[in-house]
């Protein structure tokens, strides 16, 4: 059987239910499935996030709201940050406390300029405690799509808990599908046939997440807990 008869063979399969009169686009489709694994709490939900995005070895930072500033800081000092590009709409306040240059995010930089950026702090729409996922859609503080694949740092603040959700089916639900959406699980990788990992191919080579909440950071379990 070629993969032509197989796949149409699937669709005749899926499409049984389905008078041959209507339009099958019209007819509505059950999403009757489950939605999350298990009922999650906030804190819980937080947790499963920074271990998945340290799965994809990407470093993650908790803090309070207050104390984000100092730590953006000291994170852009610690990778030498010469430059910083800063999205249109994220608070000044987050910046407050660094030495780098602030950079627009201008349409007309071309990726040879991204290239030459030392870091780029940006928000996000949202993230998935399940797969360790960071979301942006280019809303307020976050930028157009390549300063967050171009530029070798980023640095991405997520709200805890009101920007967490645990499955994807809750994030489609709270996303709007017309935006410039994009979805980042980890920092660039890739790896050849042989296996070696290589970082920094199509996107930052360190990504730094920092999860900040009202109030002192939760505090992590013992090991083995």
Do not use: F
């Not at 859609?137 to 997520?158: A, Y």
């Amino acid at each position: 059987m070629s993969s032509r008869a197989l796949i149409m063979g699937r669709i005749r399969r899926a499409l049984a239910d389905t008078p041959r009169a209507a339009d099958p686009a019209a007819e509505p489709v059950a999403r009757d499935y489950r939605r999350t694994h298990g009922d999650l709490d906030s804190a819980e939900a937080a947790r499963l996030l920074a271990e998945n995005l340290a799965d994809y070895r990407a470093v993650v930072h908790r803090c309070d709201r207050a104390g984000l500033p100092e730590l953006i800081g000291s994170l852009l000092a610690e990778r030498g940050a010469r430059t910083v590009i800063v999205p249109e709409g994220l608070p000044e306040s987050w910046l407050s406390a660094t030495g780098a240059e602030p950079v627009p995010d201008l349409a007309e930089d071309t990726p040879r300029v991204l290239d030459a950026r030392d870091s780029v702090v940006t928000g996000c729409a949202l993230a998935i405690a399940e797969t360790g996922t960071l979301v942006l859609d280019g809303g307020p503080g976050q930028g157009r799509r390549r300063i967050t694949l171009v530029p070798d740092h980023h640095i991405c603040v997520v709200r805890v808990p009101e920007q967490v959700v645990c499955s994807v089916p809750q994030a489609l639900a709270r996303l709007d599908p017309t935006r410039p959406l994009t979805w980042i699980s980890g920092p660039s990788a890739t790896s050849d046939i042989e296996l070696d990992r290589v970082e920094g191919v199509h996107g930052p080579r360190r990504l730094e997440v920092i999860l900040v909440q009202d109030g002192p950071p939760a505090k992590e379990p013992p090991p083995g807990e």
